[in-house]
């Protein structure tokens, strides 16, 4: 590579092992003509998982891939039959424009283009082949659908095919059906189909916001063995089970750590969202500010005490093995949501989701990646214990807010 490099990955294990090169944050960037290799042990995490560059926006220009750790065990295994690198779905925008110019707009950012493993069509373009997804008749298959978005959420279907998930960013949930789903930057679900449907083609779907089909725009193909390889003449159907995030609950383990009632945690956050006069995202009122040198190199040297390492509220110093709550009241005053708001080394409970004032510490969907909501009543609230030590991040995953400082 002829830029500097960092990689971060949405997956985490606990110890010395964890792997983040975000943003120099942490660990140095790798500079051009260099390579780096991480070697780790995963140890028992298993789930479905991405990596991606955390130098700049570089990552929307496309260095971004998925990473699966097969369960050999897997207590969800007798749902399906086949689940193996021909089952992997990412989802991506795709931009005509360099992301080194992007960045420098302010306001909407519009992609030229939905990629879908990483094939798509754009207005007005070629009608170039869309990615194909191969099932036989009869058998059950996961997808593990992995948003790689620099921006957009996605609303993603398969024509005629109920989809059951199983899975939340590498967590098992209790199996639910649904025939759509919501799914933000970063954010990953695994779901089960039967391919039970006649021979043929069939849409499967990632709309953008005002997205449209129109041409095969925002599409790929579930083409079953023995179909014509040509695009699908089936129209969106209806919907009648959809997604509720509310409704997704951990397989094991399921209650939130803690006594179940909102501020009552050993540690309660309030991180509202905004923005300042100089067009940069703040929490709190606070807009980041990068350290002069790598956070985890300064706490190694030892010469600085953890809340002395960034300016005043860019930095939460933590207890170890407490519960943590943080609540992100009023998403609307930062503007472009809903906000993924993404939490590095650790997966949390959401005890409040966007949309409902109704709590849930008994069973709560258990993700590390969130959208804390579209309305100015949501206080979408997560809960989680701090038993992974080290420095952190938390962000939003709309990676054009994290370099204008929607982080901490």
């Given amino acids: 590579m002829w830029k500097p490099a960092s990689i971060g990955t949405e997956f985490f294990k606990k110890g010395p092992t964890t792997l983040m090169v975000s943003l120099g944050l942490l660990n140095a ?113 996961r997808f593990r659908v992995v948003s790689m978005s620099c921006d957009p959420q996605f609303n993603f279907t398969i024509g005629d095919h109920r989809m059951t998930i199983i899975e939340v960013d590498g967590n098992e949930v209790t199996p639910v059906q649904v025939d759509s789903i919501p799914i933000f930057a970063g954010q990953r679900y695994s779901v089960v189909i039967t391919a039970n449907q006649a021979i043929g083609n069939y849409w499967i779907r990632a709309s953008p916001p005002g997205g449209t089909f129109d041409g095969g725009m925002n599409s790929a193909i579930l083409r079953y063995n023995g179909a014509p390889a040509q695009d699908p003449m089936s129209t969106p159907g209806p919907c009648e089970l959809p997604f509720d995030e509310g409704a997704l609950h951990p397989l094991v383990y399921p209650a939130a750590p803690g006594i179940p009632e909102i501020g009552q945690a050993d540690v ?48 939460y110093q933590l207890p170890a093995n407490k519960v943590i709550e943080i609540s992100f009241p009023n998403p609307t005053a930062a503007p472009g949501g809903p906000h993924p708001i993404h939490l590095h080394g650790h997966a949390f409970s959401v005890v409040r989701v966007s949309g409902t004032d109704a709590t849930n510490f008994v069973n709560p969907v258990r993700r590390d990646v969130v959208s804390i909501g579209s309305s100015s009543t949501d206080s979408v609230t997560i809960r989680f214990v701090t038993d992974n030590p080290g420095p952190w991040f938390l962000h939003c995953h709309i990676d054009w807010h994290l370099i204008t400082d929607s982080l901490l």
């Avoid at 940069?280 to 040297?301: A, C, H, K, R």
């Fill in 29 to 141: 960037q790798f500079q051009p003509q260099n390579s780096f290799q991480y070697q780790f042990n995963v140890g028992s995490q298993t789930g479905t998982y991405w990596y991606h560059s955390h130098y700049s926006t570089q990552y929307c220009d496309g260095l971004r891939g998925p990473l699966v750790i097969y369960d050999p065990q897997d207590p969800l295994g007798d749902l399906y039959d086949v689940d193996d690198e021909t089952t992997v779905i990412t989802l991506a925008d795709w931009y005509h424009t360099s992301s080194v110019q992007l960045r420098t707009v302010f306001g909407p950012v519009t992609a030229s283009s939905t990629l879908i493993n990483g094939l798509g069509r754009y207005s007005g373009g070629p009608e170039s082949p869309l990615a194909a997804i191969n099932v036989q008749q009869g058998l059950r298959y």
């Fill in 268 to 315: 309660n956050i309030q991180l509202a969202p905004g923005i300042n006069g100089s067009r940069y995202f703040t929490f709190n009122g606070v807009s980041f500010e990068d350290p002069p040198v790598p956070v985890l190199l300064q706490i190694l040297s030892g010469t600085l005490q953890a809340s002395q390492l960034l300016p005043k509220g860019s930095f």
